[in-house]
């Protein structure tokens, strides 16, 4: 088992932004890096699209703007969207220079096209970038003489001293899972990166880790959170969506790949005037529109108008998952359907990183930095992921020096919960991600989300009477299980609770009661403030 550790920076996550945090701040500070399962088990190495940039001269920041702008309905802040968009390049040519090859044509790097964007901007690695980053940032880590990094180990819950009035975060409590014990982890700061939380839904292109740990232990700790209603469903994972859903990625549309009825026509001229390149939000409420009227299960994208040379260069992993599938892209239609995949909300922070918690930061998906709005434009969040996690590793590298280090021991550790039944466990947990699918899906009903509040209240009593009378077991992996369950009811209820007041229709947010904007009332972000 890990001793009790001290740190300059504890980071949390070990995701693109985890990653680029830490190799960023390991240049002047000592960091401890803990990830609850292998570090390339994460959204970014899921990720195929690419990352949104502004590097053809052809190009422009504004123009880049202005699609996040329209695909954010009207709450996207516009300073933080400029501070995202005109990094962009800056960040392209970090990772580069960390190791990532991106798909070249004709000298200069290969750009593609997605829903949502005027000009072809998505930086690429043919249809696995998620993984060609993941895979460089995790190399340079791994031979960081001043990163440690604890591997299957999961964050409790966050660590706090009072220093001059306030509750400032210190380090964290960590579950060592083989060990089946709590580690006090000491930090002068921490940075929260711990993913985003799609995976409390039964369909979803994450992975079973995705829990919405960051959001949990961020409300835990005292951090304000926002736009928590704002879950974005890709239009099109392969069906069947299993509990880990294929996702089809958007640039294969962006490539001319259509969408298609079960008659065979082509059907998103009747919802956008962008077709098939309309923003997700827009595409996702079609496509469940087409599977409702018509009782299928499912559309098809159809690819088969594109050359084979250009699939086998550009969506090699796709050609690769549909072949195992017994569909041969190339001469078949593909089924597809919505899966959730994206939490726009989350720890609300500023431009830096630092959320409402001294001491306290926080970047990538688990973070809300403003910059998505109701509906984030593809390819932003890889993009958002480096920018924002360099602009906080600037700010805590130039704070650092004038924080001293913690106390000591902050307290007791978290209640053991290794002695959770574990069928209860699974059980509660699946009821929940269909609770969640049934109740706060694509397309919601006011009496829908009132059921859904009413049973998650259910589920938090059972969890509180089951605790009260549970003993120790001493196995790790069963308390951990039962950590990302009542982060995952945690999450729920943020998500509920904001989707709840906002009385309107905005981007992913669709509520039939009220199916129009209403710019009066609910021009602005919804926040979740802990109780002081």
């Known amino acids: ?98 190791g990532v090859r991106f798909s070249e044509k004709g000298g200069s790097l290969a750009l593609g096209i997605e829903g949502g964007h005027s000009h072809a901007r998505i ?13 460089a940032l995790d190399e340079a880590v791994e031979v960081h003489p ?12 966050l660590r706090s001293e009072c220093s001059e009035g306030r509750s400032r975060c210190v380090g964290a409590w960590v579950l060592d899972v083989e ?19 799609a995976a409390i839904y039964c369909h979803t292109t994450n992975p079973s880790i995705a829990t919405g740990d960051g959001a949990a232990l961020g409300y835990g700790a005292g951090a304000i959170l926002a736009n928590m209603e704002f879950i974005q469903f890709h239009p099109t994972a392969l069906y069947p969506a299993e509990e880990h859903a294929f996702l089809i990625s958007e640039a294969l549309r962006g490539e001319g790949a259509v969408l298609r009825s079960q008659d065979g026509d082509a059907f998103m001229s009747q919802y956008d005037p962008r077709g098939d390149l ?18 299928n299960p499912h559309v098809w994208l159809d690819a088969t108008n594109l ?49 409402s918690v001294p001491g306290l930061f ?17 390819s932003n969040s890889l993009l958002e992921a480096v920018v924002f996690a360099e602009r906080a590793a600037s700010r805590m590298v130039q704070e650092l020096p004038f924080i001293s280090a913690p106390r000591g021991s902050t307290g007791s550790p978290p209640p053991d919960l290794s002695g959770f039944p574990s069928d209860d466990l699974q059980g509660v947990r699946q009821g929940l991600r269909q609770l969640m699918w049934d109740k706060l899906g694509i397309v919601r009903t006011l009496e ?13 009593q059972w969890w509180s009477t089951v605790q009260a009378e549970i003993a120790s077991s001493g196995d790790g992996l069963r308390w951990a299980e039962a950590a990302e369950l009542l982060n995952m009811l945690d999450v729920a209820s943020f998500i509920l609770r904001c989707a709840l007041w906002r009385r309107e229709s905005r981007g992913l947010h669709y509520v039939t009661d009220y199916p129009h904007k209403d710019n009066e009332c609910f021009l602005r972000d919804s926040f979740i403030t802990p109780a002081q």
């Not at 930086?123 to 895979?135: F, K, L, M, N, P």
């Not at 001043?146 to 819950?157: A, G, K, P, Q």
């Not at 002068?188 to 985003?196: C, D, F, P, S, V």
């Not at 829908?448 to 589920?459: D, H, I, N, V």
């Open 1 to 98: 088992m890990v001793a009790n550790l001290d740190t300059d920076v504890l980071v949390i996550g070990s995701g693109i932004a985890g990653l680029t945090f830490a190799l960023r701040v390991a240049e002047f500070h000592d960091v401890v890096l803990v990830t609850k399962k292998a570090r390339l088990d994460s959204n970014t190495n899921y990720a195929q699209g690419g990352i949104a940039a502004v590097v053809d001269r052809n190009d422009s920041f504004d123009r880049h703007v202005e699609d996040t702008l329209h695909a954010g309905a009207g709450l996207c802040h516009r300073h933080r969207v400029e501070a995202l968009v005109k990094y962009g390049p800056q960040a392209v040519a970090d990772l580069i220079e960390w």
């Open 123 to 135: 930086v690429h690695s043919r249809d696995h970038t998620g993984s060609a980053i993941e895979s």
């Open 146 to 157: 001043r990163i440690r990094t604890l591997e299957d180990h999961m964050v409790l819950s």
């Open 179 to 197: 060990a089946g014990a709590a580690v006090e982890v000491s930090a002068r700061a921490t940075m929260l990166a711990a993913g985003g939380s």
């Open 278 to 295: 309309a923003p997700r939000d827009i595409v996702a409420r079609a496509v469940h529109s087409e599977m409702k009227n018509s009782g």
């Open 307 to 355: 050359s084979a040379e250009l699939l086998e260069t550009r969506f090699p992993s796709i050609l690769k998952s549909c072949h195992e599938k017994g569909i041969d892209v190339r001469n078949e239609l593909i089924p597809v359907v919505p899966a959730a995949h994206y939490m726009c909300g989350g720890i609300w922070t500023d431009t830096d990183g630092r959320t």
């Open 362 to 378: 926080a970047a990538g998906e688990c973070a809300c930095t403003g910059v998505h709005g109701a509906n984030r434009l593809a």
């Open 448 to 460: 829908e989300m009132r059921e859904g509040s009413a049973r998650l209240s259910k589920l938090r």
